[in-house]
Antibody
Framework: QVQLVQSGAEVKKPGASVKVSCKASGYTFTSYGISWVRQAPGQGLEWMGWISAYNGNTNYAQKLQGRVTMTTDTSTSTAYMELRSLRSDDTAVYYC??????????????WGQGTLVTVSS | QSALTQPASVSGSPGQSITISCTGTSSDVGGYNYVSWYQQHPGKAPKLMIYDVSNRPSGVSNRFSGSKSGNTASLTISGLQAEDEADYYCSSYTSSSLYVFGTGTKVTVL
């Protein structure tokens, strides 16, 4: 069965960086893309960006350009999301989600369990 | 990229039908048949309920259906049940940034 298992909760100080991992299993990792979605406390979902596990192509949300980097390690079927220069409003639950990476289908069919990142001095 | 517009809350009695709207622009909802809907219970990850406007993934109840007209997509839940009480989000492909989510709708079963 398809599973996306994320790394554990993090507490960071303002200005620091965080790197969240998402280990995939149950499917051919390089046949799909991975998007990262975050949800601030009590707020809605925000799409952060996408990476193709096939060729490493990325597409980042404009508001995060320059602060976020998404990568994959195909040898371990793991995706990573690094966010730099953290601010208090980056406090959120961060999700990874699988997407078809087909060029003609756009949705998220499996999600990780979420990783709480707290930014506080 | 602005979020798609959804009503903040929708409610209904058990057995009734409710509809949640999701309004965007011709650059997202109106321009592509790539609208999806997600159900999120408190403290849980979202779950895909509808993709490509009206397709249901395997295992999702046929009480959930989707449609689109112009720049507005809709999710209808028929035969409302207590377990349907959750937050619902629409999402669309967008020409400017790949994906955009809706503002979210809290569904309450009275």
């Amino acid at each position: 069965q398809v599973q996306l298992v994320q790394s554990g909760a993090e507490v960071k100080k303002p200005g620091a960086s965080v790197k969240v991992s998402c280990k995939a299993s149950g499917y051919t990792f390089t046949s799909y893309g991975i998007s990262w979605v975050r949800q601030a406390p009590g707020q809605g979902l925000e799409w952060m960006g996408w990476i193709s596990a096939y060729n490493g192509n990325t597409n980042y949300a404009q508001k995060l350009q320059g602060r976020v980097t998404m990568t994959t390690d195909t040898s371990t079927s793991t995706a990573y999301m690094e966010l730099r220069s953290l601010r208090s409003d980056d406090t959120a639950v961060y999700y990874c989600a699988r997407d078809p990476d087909s060029g003609y289908d756009y949705y998220f069919d499996y999600w990780g369990q979420g990783t709480l990142v707290t930014v506080s001095s | 990229q602005s979020a798609l517009t959804q009503p903040a809350s929708v409610s209904g009695s058990p057995g009734q039908s409710i509809t949640i709207s999701c309004t965007g622009t011709s650059s997202d909802v109106g321009g592509y048949n790539y609208v999806s809907w997600y159900q999120q219970h408190p403290g849980k990850a979202p779950k895909l309920m509808i993709y490509d406007v009206s397709n249901r993934p395997s295992g999702v109840s046929n009480r959930f259906s989707g449609s689109k007209s112009g720049n507005t997509a809709s999710l209808t839940i028929s035969g409302l049940q207590a377990e349907d009480e959750a937050d619902y989000y629409c999402s669309s492909y967008t020409s400017s940034s790949l994906y955009v989510f809706g503002t979210g709708t809290k569904v309450t079963v009275l």
